[in-house]
């Protein structure tokens, strides 16, 4: 389903790839530029949390987990780190962003498509897992949408304008998910199937319209030739 190439790139889409992460001092000033932006700092940082935080952090998840950066039109556009959270059950949790510039064209849905793939198909994980860490219905609708579902909230685990405030946690099991395909699956195969057999009937009317009409059609012939062939005069008859 993704054959990465000679150099680890995977294509997600059209116009747009995943590259292994870190090979390009660009790949980090991308995801720094990207922190700063006010609109994703205001969504991402709270009390004792900055950006050197957060940096800190995603070198520690890329230690024993591994990342992507996203090219769209060869143009950086987003970045994927999977931190191993568990090795049994092996369990890992994602972490990343995507330009505000490609929000509602589908890119998203790609990224966490391959992601599940990897989990799931690759490293034969047991499960994913996603964290908000402060309200944020974008992102949570986002890992919603794409399967995760809401597992519980985790009370008073940060400090967010100096009151103690919950982390919400979202979940996808292997069995879940492989669930979810089989139904899809068994969807796709049944609307084909439905599609077939329409396609059959119509074909076996259509066949059955031209049959009739080809009968009508030599019958009228037959009668044609068996007809005396009488001249039509518009002469008036003399008495």
């Known amino acids: 389903m993704y054959i990465p190439d000679k150099l680890g ?24 530029n990207f922190l700063r932006s006010p609109w994703v700092a205001k969504r991402t940082f709270h009390d004792n949390f ?5 940096l800190g952090c995603y070198s520690d998840y890329l230690k024993n987990g591994i990342g992507w950066i996203a090219f769209h039109k060869n ?19 994602m972490h990343g962003g995507l330009s505000r510039a490609l929000y509602g064209n589908g890119q998203a849905k790609m990224a966490i498509d391959f992601i ?26 986002y890992y919603a949408r794409s399967g995760l579902a809401k597992e519980c909230e985790m009370q008073d685990r940060i400090m967010l304008n100096g009151v103690p405030s919950p982390i919400t946690i979202y979940g996808l099991t292997k069995e879940t998910e492989y669930g ?13 199937t439905t599609s077939s057999s329409a396609g059959t009937g119509t074909g ?16 009228v012939s037959r009668r044609q030739r068996n007809k005396p062939n009488v001249q039509r005069s518009n002469s008036v008859p003399v008495k």
């Open 9 to 32: 790139r995977v294509a997600i889409g059209k116009d747009t790839f995943l590259a292994p992460f870190g090979y390009f001092e660009e790949d980090y000033k991308f995801v720094v």
């Open 75 to 93: 143009k950086r556009c987003a970045f994927i780190i999977l931190e191993l959270v568990s090795s049994s059950p092996l369990i890992y949790s």
């Open 116 to 141: 599940k793939y990897y989990v799931f198909d690759v490293m034969n994980g047991h499960k994913l897992e996603a964290y908000v860490l402060r309200p944020n219905n974008l992102l949570s609708g």
């Open 50 to 54: 900055d950006e050197n935080a957060l």
């Open 180 to 192: 979810r395909r089989r139904k899809q699956g068994a969807i796709r195969a049944n609307t084909s």
């Open 204 to 219: 076996s009317r259509n066949k059955k319209n031209s049959s009739r009409k080809k009968r009508k059609g030599r019958s």
